[in-house]
């Protein structure tokens, strides 16, 4: 089982930058590759960004490439979400996840999920 906790979010100017934080608690945290992913009101979940369970590989949804990078601190149990040059497009909840091992774009395949937390863009 693992928890996961999301912190970091709020309310930012356009070209702005904000860095969520999820903090993972339960066993072997370093065997889980994350995601992040987001969801605005009235859209579908959208992938963001995952890492490896190791962190030697990332990959990003393409609203995000070039201005969103996921790392992780497999000794703190936490993973990071920095993001740059924000739009008012990017407003959303952005929710983490876990899965064992092998990352993926596909929400239905994580197994473990956050309350998620808010991100709003202003124009």
């Known amino acids: 089982q693992v928890q996961l906790v999301e912190s970091g979010g709020g309310l930012v100017q356009a070209g702005g930058s904000l860095r969520l934080s999820c903090a993972a608690s339960g066993r072997a945290f370093s065997g889980y590759a994350m995601g992040w992913f987001r969801q605005a009101p009235g859209k579908e979940r959208e992938f963001v960004a995952a890492t490896s369970w190791g962190g030697s590989d990332s990959y990003y949804g393409d609203s995000v490439k070039g201005r969103f990078t996921i790392s992780r601190d497999n000794a703190k149990n936490t993973v990071y979400l920095q993001m740059n040059s924000l739009k008012p497009e990017d407003t959303a909840v952005y929710y983490c996840?876990?899965?064992?091992?092998?990352?993926?774009?596909?929400?239905?395949?994580?197994?473990?999920w956050g309350q998620g937390t808010q991100v709003t863009v202003s124009s």
């Open positions: 996840a876990a899965r064992w091992l092998i990352y993926s774009t596909s929400g239905s395949s994580y197994e473990y």
